[in-house]
């Protein structure tokens, strides 16, 4: 669960510093999957495969910026003059082609190409370019596919690096979930939107680039799965749900603990006995092999065999990696296999309208050696 509060195309983050040997074993990998799905040409725009391949992430701009893959042939990566400073060069990976104030940037794109039986799009590539390269590509002529047929499977299976990354920012919310739960952030008497703020703070004191949510909801706000934190005081005697994440160095956290200002009532402690009973279910079934839906049902099965189905209103989880939420989703009906390397949450919740409502969010790497959690801060409801 989370809410942006940057939006994502207006946030910034270095990407991920690699080697050049990196990008062209990606684009490599790209190619191999073209080859696999039919595709001619991949054409890549503003949003995160551009700095998966390159390691050059866009100024969300109206000038065009494009990353042009043939299948066969060098990749070329079309700019604004303006920008290519910004570019670091990657000989062997693309070329840099900058385009100037009065050229027309789509018909340098549709010029390095000609017309390919099947191209496909970058999903987060902005609709008028597309509308513009069908002018020069008729769908007559050219099939349009999503790029997702291409970079899918590359981008839901982590490599090391990726990884590492991944953790780096699991134990930086770790060490801010560590300090809510040890009390070091004052809760009661403060609005749920002051906690929010000094949580955002904290994100980015922890080496986070750019600070993506920071859920604070308390007592019967906290059965709203995506509560804004607002005007609310936390008072003595509630739960209170944090749920909050960023990006570092181009790869995002997000972790989801509860606390309860003063001695827990006994309803309370049952249900949050139960909760963290399916997180552990959940978590052990993400397992190489599994169904992604299996970390769905196994978390689930824990909930409504305990009599609280009707409470836990959403998916089990979603895939993280460069985004915040990407694929593989945990929910009913997604059969794909779990791969080695594909990274996602696990955040059951149990919400009681009116009441109260409390949720336990993990990120979970699946290894050839089971599920290797990313966060590693206590998983109690910790009474302050
Ligand atoms: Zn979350
Ligand atoms: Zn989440
Ligand atoms: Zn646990």
């Known amino acids: 669960?989370?809410?942006?509060?940057?939006?994502?195309?207006?946030?910034?983050?270095?990407?991920?510093?690699?080697?050049?040997?990196?990008?062209?074993?990606?684009?490599?990998?790209?190619r191999d999957s073209m080859q696999r799905a039919g595709v001619d040409a991949l054409l890549v725009s503003v949003g995160s495969d551009l700095p998966y391949?390159?390691?050059?992430?866009?100024?969300?701009?109206?000038?065009?910026?494009?990353l042009v893959v043939p299948r066969e042939g060098e990749a070329t990566l079309v700019i604004p003059g303006l920008e290519a400073p910004r570019v670091t060069a990657q000989p062997g990976v693309f070329t840099v082609r900058p385009w100037g104030e009065t050229d027309d940037p789509v018909a340098i794109v549709a010029g390095l190409l000609p017309r390919p039986a099947v191209a496909a799009i970058g999903d987060t590539m902005w609709a008028r370019f597309l509308v513009e390269l069908l002018g020069h590509w008729p769908s007559a002529t050219t099939g349009f596919v999503r790029s997702t047929t291409v970079m899918n499977d590359l981008r839901?299976?982590?490599?090391?690096?990726?990884?590492?990354?991944?953790?780096?920012?699991?134990?930086?919310v770790d060490r801010i979930a560590a300090q809510l739960q040890a009390g070091e952030i004052p809760l009661v008497g403060r609005t749920e939107a002051e906690v929010s703020a000094e949580l955002s703070r904290r994100i980015l004191a922890e080496g986070h680039d750019v600070v993506n949510f920071a859920i604070v909801a308390a007592g019967e706000n906290a059965a709203s799965p995506h509560h804004h934190p607002g005007s609310r005081v936390i008072r003595q005697g509630e739960i209170v749900l944090c749920d909050f994440g960023g990006t570092?160095?181009?790869?995002?956290?997000?972790?989801?603990?509860?606390?309860?200002?003063?001695?827990?009532?006994?309803?309370?402690a049952e249900a949050y006995a139960v909760?963290?009973?399916?997180?552990?279910?959940?978590?052990?079934?993400?397992?190489?092999?599994?169904?992604?839906?299996?970390?769905?049902?196994?978390?689930r099965r824990?909930?409504?065999?305990?009599?609280?189905?009707?409470?836990?209103?959403?998916?089990?989880?979603?895939?993280?990696?460069m985004e915040?939420?990407?694929?593989?989703?945990?929910?009913?009906?997604?059969?794909?296999?779990?791969a080695a390397g594909h990274a996602f949450s696990v955040e059951p919740g149990i919400y009681l309208p009116g009441k109260w409502g409390m949720r336990l969010e993990d990120i979970v790497v699946a290894t050839a050696d089971g599920p290797l959690a990313m966060n590693a801060a206590n998983h109690s409801l910790v009474v302050l």
């Open 302 to 321: 824990v909930i409504t065999d305990a009599g609280f189905g009707q409470y836990f209103i959403h998916r089990t989880g979603h895939g993280i990696g």
């Open 156 to 172: 839901m299976c982590k490599d090391a690096a990726e990884i590492a990354a991944l953790h780096a920012a699991g134990a930086a």
């Open 1 to 30: 669960m989370w809410l942006r509060q940057n939006d994502s195309m207006s946030s910034t983050s270095t990407p991920l510093s690699t080697s050049s040997a990196v990008y062209l074993a990606r684009l490599h990998r790209a």
């Open 248 to 268: 570092m160095n181009g790869y995002c956290s997000d972790i989801t603990r509860c606390v309860h200002t003063g001695p827990v009532p006994a309803d309370i």
């Open 53 to 66: 391949l390159t390691g050059y992430e866009a100024m969300p701009l109206e000038r065009l910026t494009m």
């Open 275 to 299: 909760l963290h009973a399916a997180h552990a279910a959940g978590v052990a079934a993400g397992v190489v092999g599994a169904a992604c839906h299996d970390v769905d049902r196994a978390a």
């Open 324 to 338: 915040a939420h990407e694929d593989p989703y945990m929910v009913e009906g997604n059969a794909l296999p779990i």
